[in-house]
């Protein structure tokens, strides 16, 4: 079955760019009828949708991030990546990498999700 | 502030059941279907219920959901100390044009 994971630095350094990169296994992220999504979650907060990409490269991307979020797609590699730019403490969290629920856009549920992995902005 | 509205925190007792509401407006659950997700301690979330009221895969029929108007709810019926967890519901916003969350609910088993 289909298995994502979460790779990138567990440390940024405030005004720096986190990189992350989603690996998917088991499965073609070319596949026409899947959307791939990232999420975040504080320490102690609740979930934060990030945005969400198509294998052709159409994004949906949270009105609140749009200006330091970019999401990027390589079929080749079978993996989807999230920039986040000019990061403070606040983007301390855990980020989720997900997908879509078959045939329902970015609209739908994320029916498989990564373990997460931890970014900490901090000098 | 969250687009969906959701207790903080609920608890009941073994066998009891308990309900979580997920209280919306007329851009999103009014409009849109609802999601239900699980967060164990220290685990990613896990789907529980799309589209309203259809169940994931291998969740037990002792969770379902429900939606009228703008809000929705999970219930949870012989209810188990492995329930413990934090829920959340989702769904689209069409004036956002993206996912909302609710801020979550902390069940506990009393």
Redesign the interface.
Known sequence: QVQLQESGPGLVKPSQTLSLTCTVSGGSIRLTNYHW?W?RQPPGK????I??IYYSGST????SLKSRVSISIDTSNNEFSLRLSSVTAADTAVY?CARH?SWTG??????V????TTAIVSS | QSMLTQPPSSSGTPGQRVTISCSGGSSNIGINTVSWYQQLPGAAPKLLIYRNDQRSSGVPDRFSGSKSGTSASLAISGLQPEDEADYYCATWDDSLNGQVFGGGTKLTVL
């Open positions: 999504g999420i609740g979930l934060e949708w945005g969400s949906y991307i949270n009105p989720y629920r970015a609209r739908g549920g994320l029916d999700w990564g373990q997460g």
